[in-house]
């Protein structure tokens, strides 16, 4: 049974930063892509940033240069750092879980709230 089990979200002032993280249980490491979305009210969950296994990274136009995305494949965990945080990063984040096509898996969700 997969689990995905988020922590770190909060409120932070402008300009802050913060540090998700997302502890994987019952999943395949390797092959495996892990990222995270986000999704803010009335809009759509988009991708913030994905990393495979083998270590490739890609980002959301909007966060690069200010997030960065890790993980350790021995506690197949990985982190978002954000800095430089912005009102407009203002959602609700989701750990996601890939492997192939057939295994799709998402976190609860975590709040992230940036005041102006």
């Known amino acids: 049974q997969v689990q995905l089990v988020e922590s770190g979200g909060g409120l932070v002032q402008a300009g802050g930063s913060l540090r998700l993280s997302c502890a994987a249980s019952?999943?395949?490491?390797?092959?495996?892509?892990m990222g995270w979305y986000r999704q803010a009210p009335g809009k759509q969950r988009e991708l913030v940033a994905a990393?495979?296994?083998?270590?490739?990274?890609n980002y959301a136009d909007s966060v690069k240069g200010r997030f960065t995305i890790s993980r350790d494949n021995a506690k197949k965990t990985v982190y978002l750092r954000m800095n430089s945080l912005k009102p407009e990063d203002t959602a609700v984040y989701y750990c996601?879980?890939?492997?192939?096509?057939?295994?799709?898996?998402w976190g609860q969700g975590t709040q992230v709230t940036v005041s102006s």
């Open positions: 996601n879980y890939r492997w192939g096509l057939e295994y799709n898996y």
């Open positions: 990393a495979t296994s083998g270590g490739s990274t």
């Open positions: 019952g999943v395949i490491v390797r092959g495996s892509v």
